[in-house]
């Protein structure tokens, strides 16, 4: 009976024995696991994408620019179909896209159609989106791409920059949102006018200053530019002291009517 007792005590103190090496693997493992997600998500979240939509080529100079200061992959955002002029007969065909949109923005049909996109907002941590304005509002093509897309930028950093001739950008900003209701959006919005295009350069370095985008993105260089006054001449060659007022001009290589 003894016997049987001290063998029935061993089986038990080897399961216990067991148990408790079975529970230590589980935990080394799933620490290595936890591991393998955090190394995941920290690599992604110090990346940049700026996504952009350029009709007039403005946003194309604004992203260039952009670019030349910090690191980041870019995404084009492009119409499905080409060669549409959105600004014949005083803008009636962009107008028409954007009340399709105003009409019903819940609804997928309401958008137009743009070119597939197979870049991965997984890769990421921070966005910043390009736009034009068009009639106060995020131009629509650019509204496809939020629209399909703008979910997937939940938590993420999302920065705003606007380019518009002469209007307020307000509305570009509540379309945003609307899109990308769960971003996490810098201080503060970019908005480079027709008047203060030339210089974007320095007014995209102060606009990172004032986001802390340094801090914001974990990435800790941007570089820095140098910014070089516009030259301006008028028809005859004759350099010019200040922008005129009225007239036609040259400035930094481009004529200008006012």
């Known amino acids: 009976m003894k016997t049987l007792i001290d063998k029935s005590m061993k089986r038990t103190f080897l399961n216990r024995v067991l148990l408790t090496v079975m529970s230590l693997l589980a935990v080394v493992c799933s620490g290595d696991e936890a591991g393998k ?4 998500t920290t690599g992604s979240s110090d990346k ?3 996504v952009y939509y350029s009709y007039t080529n403005n946003c194309r100079e604004i992203v260039n620019t952009l670019t030349s200061q910090i690191q980041a992959d870019v995404l084009e ?3 499905a179909e080409k060669g549409l002029k959105y600004e014949a007969d005083n803008y009636a065909l962009g107008t028409q896209l954007l009340n399709a949109i105003q009409a019903a923005p819940n609804d997928a ?13 997984s890769d990421y941590g921070t966005i910043i ?5 068009w009639w106060s509002q995020m131009a629509a093509n650019m509204q496809t791409y ?13 920065g705003l920059i606007v380019s518009s001739a002469s209007s307020g950008i307000s509305q570009v900003v509540a379309d945003c949102k ?23 350069a320095s007014l ?21 530019v140098e910014t070089v006054p516009a030259r301006i001449y008028d028809l005859s060659g004759r350099l010019l002291a200040q922008e005129p007022q009225k007239g036609i001009y040259i400035k930094n290589g481009k004529k200008i009517v006012r």
């Open 37 to 40: 997600v955090n190394a995941q």
């Open 48 to 50: 940049t994408l700026v």
């Open 77 to 79: 955002i492009q119409p």
């Open 109 to 121: 049909s309401s958008y137009p159609a743009i070119d597939p996109v197979n870049t991965s907002l």
């Open 129 to 133: 989106i390009v736009t034009p304005l």
């Open 146 to 158: 939020l629209y399909n897309y703008g979910s997937q930028m939940a938590g993420k950093n999302v």
């Open 178 to 200: 609307r899109l990308v209701p769960d971003g996490k959006y810098f201080s503060e919005n970019l908005w480079i006018n027709h008047s203060n295009h030339s210089n974007r």
């Open 204 to 224: 995209i370095q102060n606009w990172l200053t004032a986001v802390n985008y340094n801090t914001v993105t974990g990435i800790s260089e941007t570089r820095a």
